[in-house]
């Protein structure tokens, strides 16, 4: 019989050690986990599956790069954050083709997620193992893995969404002002990644509200509110502003044209809008897409850790009520969808395909967290749950289940565009010329095409687009739209034109048609820049 | 205080008469092996006689006989070309009867799609009954054999953790006769063999600690897969409970001992026969003794002159019998993204679900607290071992099990959930609350069940049940409604009521007669029970 001991000491130094570095230890391997998980995703070519990532990325280049950069570029479409974080690295050809001036920013957003999921816990009195545990949850999910391999915005929102959760349970639990500052600033940043963070805003003033009311009166409470609001409601007045210099209207971004209310309004028409006014429709929609993202036994052991978190009385009232912060993604989505503006599709239940599917991830860091907890209290099981835990997690992975893969690859998110911008590539790339081209409709064209920013003239353009709109046989030598099309602009714009007439429709695609200057008009095209303002 | 004196009394005449050991310790597993055995015999589906290949074919023994579904006829198909034609490869009529789950072997020959071991197990059954002229009910009669000793096994285990011995008997009876696993024990599919296996092993591992044990342990570990592939998965909390035991942990208080028993790890070479008999089946079988028959590529039809029917998908019928082209793997099977649909399934949905065909056993779930707390390892054995049968079975594309009745791939968690409900009994017995709910509960479940076993397991899921409508131009019904239409037609595929029983009575009279006895019995173990609180019961 071999025989070999373990001096407690030595068990309490590795302990000691354990606990001292679990957070260097947390960030290193998530970092190492997330540079092996970009690769991956970037060797096998769906890094770039989503409309959007490509979308986001053009966004950021054309700050930099193009026939009028500047931060007007950063437009209204979307808020302007994760575009502002890309502008550092999009300069250069490879981080924009390759995507990983916006991946790097979802990566180092999902270490920072990962960490705090570690810090929340710690502050939760949850032991190293619970800690690790909630991690592991975040980490070893498949659908996160993709999204922060990608130029998608999901995980910088996780990111400073978990960030201003954390500070306000530090805030709750401490009582310290410095926190409820930074709980504000991390809330701010997240009102300029997307809406949801202005949902956050609304509830954790609520929330904020009634805490300090009820335990120190209105006084108190008027002066708390009103500090936490300056700073965190700074980033929806910046946005209102921003609309307002650029696009004369402090509300484009909600009704003008490229809005997500307009889309809306289309899917509407077409009826095909089933959750709004429906708490039923918009709950089942919404609770899929988080089961399918997050996984149905690990919503059910966070939904059952999340109860024991809010029953558990040996933690603090005060921490019990701000650990609710942690489930507004999902209010806010249900409410999103029920007032029709958010869509959503779930294969099988909104017909066949799949539509912002992604969305169902925002739970995540949650989840993980009620998780950490639940193996804290539910000791007696702790190994079996983390075995069947690990027994779907590896399931997951050998199913290849990532819904957010398949949210881009064959949902209505995705759009084969390889054919036009390969036409553009083999054609247009040493050829002088502009190419006018609705950057609204066909985004994706124009990253996948490879060709520079400055070859495009598009919405954001300026004076480019008013002249080549109006004529466009004098700018433009080529024509990208969808014929037929009011909802592409450019065929809206240049239709009804006498310079139309000068073109040869040269390739027709099921996104997109390519027309071109007859040779004839060549000699009159300017294939300069002209206009520098 | 005249009632009191007279409570006192009457347990006191109560206790004399136990303890004159009218019922024995033995004794007591005597009555419920005969109580088991009888009502099993009720309820065993068969036709007399031994049939020949060709007999196989016919609809007497195929839909409307006792080999009504694949999985039953695929291993009476093996199990019979084992038997009767000396080959583990099918003859063409054993092919025939043996669709639409058939495999294909890349040479061309037809093979069992199933897990072989079941087909080997029941032969002895096949050869008895085959001498009383009866082939079929004595195959089928080795798995009801097995359903005792399911039941056995669980109130073993559930003594060993601690329930009292009353309760573990009526955890035990509950597992068979209130669950789906009564039909299943009367019929020839694999699933009570799996419980065995999963029970056994559970029960060697709380029981014993040696190198016997833990061989054992080993030897049905690698055995399981050979009974239903998914087995060895679940096996496996239960493999890495007894590697832990080739380590001896002592802690002191100023070091932790660590000390490894070479001994238990010799203890694996138990794995070694099954494992070696497994890889000679499937070099036998198909030619590759890596590969499992369910991985091979599946005939659904024969056409007249013996050759496959293309199956729609392939352009290229070449590809058609190619598992890679299919996509055919191991683990390929089980989907996470279909956990969602599968909890349904198993648990809510009117034509699987346990709510609608076995609800008391639900209750066992509150076992686990108490059990918990009173063996905290085996505990958590049990609940790695119940969890990973129902979330695996959850993530299988196919959670209805085919046409079945009730949930069939949740028998190893129900048997679980007995153990855990043997402990709610002992707490609870006295408990009024808790007894208007299980009563009635365990009365509608016995009701269910005693229908499943006597009728047939040909339920189809509700999501095929538009598409039958189509072709059969009727209502079709997918619960146990159609258990109902099916007794009211007077039918029962018990070989008794087959035989015996329809001279007497008709199917509907036959289903309650049976469900009186099944209830009345269990209601006088409770009522006897909860009277006596004899804690040191002798049963």
């Given at each position: ?150 130029a998608m915005t999901e995980l910088l929102l996780l990111a400073t969404m978990t960030a201003g959760v954390y ?367 | ?310 199956p729609p998908l392939a352009d290229n019928p070449s590809k058609a019998f190619d598992p890679v082209q299919k ?103 006295n408990n009024y609350l808790f007894i208007i709910i299980f009563l009635p509960l365990l009365a509608y479940s ?94």
């Amino acid at each position: 019989m071999m025989q070999f001991s373990i001096p407690r000491s030595s068990l309490k130094k590795y302990q000691t050690w354990l606990e001292t570095h679990g957070l260097m230890i947390v960030i290193a391997v998530l970092s190492v986990v997330s540079i092996v998980s970009f690769i991956f995703y970037f060797q096998n070519g769906l890094g770039l599956a989503y409309n959007d990532a490509r979308s986001h990325l053009d966004i950021g280049r054309r700050v930099v790069e193009g026939l009028k950069p500047g931060l007007a570029q950063l437009g209204s479409v979307w808020l302007p954050l994760p575009h502002l974080l890309m502008v550092l690295t999009i300069w250069n050809d490879f981080m924009w083709h390759s995507g990983l001036a916006g991946a790097i920013v979802s990566m180092v957003s999902f270490v920072a997620t990962g960490a705090l999921i570690y810090l929340f816990l710690k502050h939760l009195e949850v032991g190293i193992f619970g800690r690790f545990l909630g991690v592991a949850v975040f980490a070893a999910n498949i659908n996160v893995l993709y999204l922060q391999s990608t130029a998608m915005t999901e995980l910088l929102l996780l990111a400073t969404m978990t960030a201003g959760v954390y500070y306000l349970l530090r805030w709750h639990k401490e009582d310290n002002v410095l926190f409820l500052i930074k709980a504000a600033f991390w809330i701010m940043l997240s009102t300029l990644v997307r809406y949801d963070g202005w949902f956050l805003l609304a509830f954790s003033s609520a929330i904020i509200t009634l805490y300090v009311w009820k335990k120190k009166g209105f006084k108190t409470t008027e002066g708390i509110v009103i500090l936490f609001c300056t700073l965190a409601g700074f980033g929806v007045f910046l946005w209102l502003l921003w609309n307002q210099l650029i696009f004369k209207d402090a509300l484009y971004f909600a009704f003008g044209p490229y809005s997500a209310r307009s889309q809306q309004i289309q899917l509407e028409q077409a009826g095909v809008l089933a959750t709004k006014g429906d708490w039923l429709i918009s709950l089942k929609i919404y609770f899929y897409a988080l089961a399918y993202n997050s996984g149905a036994f690990t919503l059910l052991l966070g939904t059952i850790g999340m109860i024991m978190l809010w029953l558990d009385k040996k933690v603090k009232p005060a921490m019990r009520w701000a650990s609710i912060i942690l489930i507004t993604p999902f209010l806010f989505n249900v409410l999103a969808l029920y007032l029709g503006h958010s869509v959503l599709f779930i294969q099988g239940l909104s017909g066949d395909t799949w539509f912002n599917a992604r969305y169902g991830v925002m739970l995540m860091p949650s989840l993980a967290i009620f998780i950490g907890y639940l193996v804290q209290r539910a000791r007696l099981m702790r190994l079996v749950i983390v075995g069947l835990l690990a027994f779907t997690i590896f399931f997951s992975f050998s199913s290849h289940d990532a819904v957010t893969i398949d949210d881009a690859r064959v949902g209505s998110s995705q759009k084969n565009v390889s054919e036009v911008s390969g036409w553009l590539a083999k054609n247009a790339k040493y050829e002088k010329g502009f190419i006018l081209i609705s950057a609204a409709s066909h985004d994706a064209i124009i990253f996948s095409s490879s060709l520079p920013m400055k070859k495009f003239i598009h919405e954001g353009t300026g004076a480019y687009w008013e002249s080549a709109t109006i004529n466009p046989d004098k700018l433009a030598r080529w024509i990208i739209m969808r014929t037929y099309s009011e909802d592409d602009s450019v065929y809206r714009l240049t239709k009804d034109t006498p310079g139309i007439k000068r073109y040869d429709l040269v390739a027709s695609y099921p996104f997109a048609d390519i027309y071109q200057l007859k040779d004839q008009y060549l000699p009159y095209l300017i294939t300069d820049q002209i206009y520098y303002k | 205080m005249a009632n009191g004196v007279y409570d006192k009394t009457l347990r006191l005449i109560y206790m004399k008469i136990f303890n004159l050991k009218i019922i024995h310790s033995s004794l007591g597993t005597a009555l419920i092996i005969l109580f088991c055995t009888v009502v099993l015999a009720f309820g065993l589906r068969g036709l007399p006689g031994n049939p020949t290949a060709d007999d196989l074919n016919a609809p007497s023994w195929k839909d409307s006989g006792p080999l009504e579904l694949s999985p039953e006829r695929g291993r009476f198909a093996l199990l019979y070309s084992l038997i009767e034609d000396g080959s583990l490869q099918f003859s063409l009529p054993i092919a025939r009867f043996a669709t639409p789950d058939l495999g294909i072997t890349p040479d061309g020959h037809y093979v069992s799609l199933f897990a072989p071991a079941v087909s080997f197990v029941v032969m002895p059954g096949y050869i008895i009954g085959k001498f009383f002229g009866a082939s079929q009910v004595g195959t089928f009669a080795v798995i009801a054999l097995f359903a005792i000793f399911n039941v056995l096994l669980i109130r073993a285990i559930a003594i060993r953790l601690g329930a009292d011995k009353i309760a573990a008997a009526i955890g035990a009876l509950i597992f068979l006769f209130a669950t789906p696993a009564f039909t299943y024990a009367v019929t020839l599919y694999q699933h009570h063999i799996s419980v065995f296996i999963i029970l056994l092993s559970i029960y060697l591992l709380i029981r014993w600690n040696n190198f016997w044990s833990l061989a054992s342990i080993w030897l049905l570990i690698a055995l399981s897969a050979a009974i239903d592939n998914p087995n060895v998965i679940f096996m496996a909390p239960i493999g890495l409970y007894a590697a832990a035991k080739m380590f001896i942990i002592n802690k002191e208080p100023a070091k932790i001992n660590i000390r490894f028993r070479k001994k238990a790890l010799v203890a694996l070479i138990g794995a070694l026969v099954p494992i070696v008999l497994f890889l000679w089946f499937n070099q036998a079988s198909h030619g590759n003794p890596l590969k499992l028959s369910g991985t091979l590529a599946s005939v659904k039809e024969i056409d007249a002159s013996g050759s496959p029917m293309t199956p729609p998908l392939a352009d290229n019928p070449s590809k058609a019998f190619d598992p890679v082209q299919k996509g055919k793997s191991a683990i390929g099977f089980f989907e996470t993204r279909d956990l969602l649909n599968g909890f349904y399934i198993h648990l809510f949905s009117p034509d699987r679900g346990i709510i609608f065909y076995a609800p008391v056993i639900l209750l066992g779930l509150w076992g686990f607290l108490f059990l918990l707390s009173a063996n905290k390892t085996a505990g958590n054995i049990l609940i790695a071992v119940g969890g990973a049968v129902f979330l695996l079975y959850s993530m299988w594309g196919d959670p209805w099990g085919g046409w079945a009745f009730g949930s069939r791939y949740m028998i190893p968690f129900y048997a679980i959930l007995a153990i855990g409900l043997s402990f709610v009994i002992a707490r609870w017995k006295n408990n009024y609350l808790f007894i208007i709910i299980f009563l009635p509960l365990l009365a509608y479940s016995v009701w269910v069940n005693t229908m499943g076993a006597i009728t047939s397991s040909r339920n189809p899921p509700q999501v095929e049940v538009l598409a039958l409508e189509k072709l059969s131009g009727r209502e079709e019904k997918y619960t146990f409604a159609r258990n109902l239409q099916y007794l009211d037609g007077n039918d029962s595929k018990s070989f008794v009521f087959q035989q015996y029983g329809k001279n007497i009575m008709n199917a509907r009279q036959y289903h309650w007669t049976l469900t009186v006895i099944i209830f009345a019995c269990l209601l006088g173990l409770i009522v006897w029970y909860a009277l006596v609180k004899h804690k040191d019961s002798s049963l």
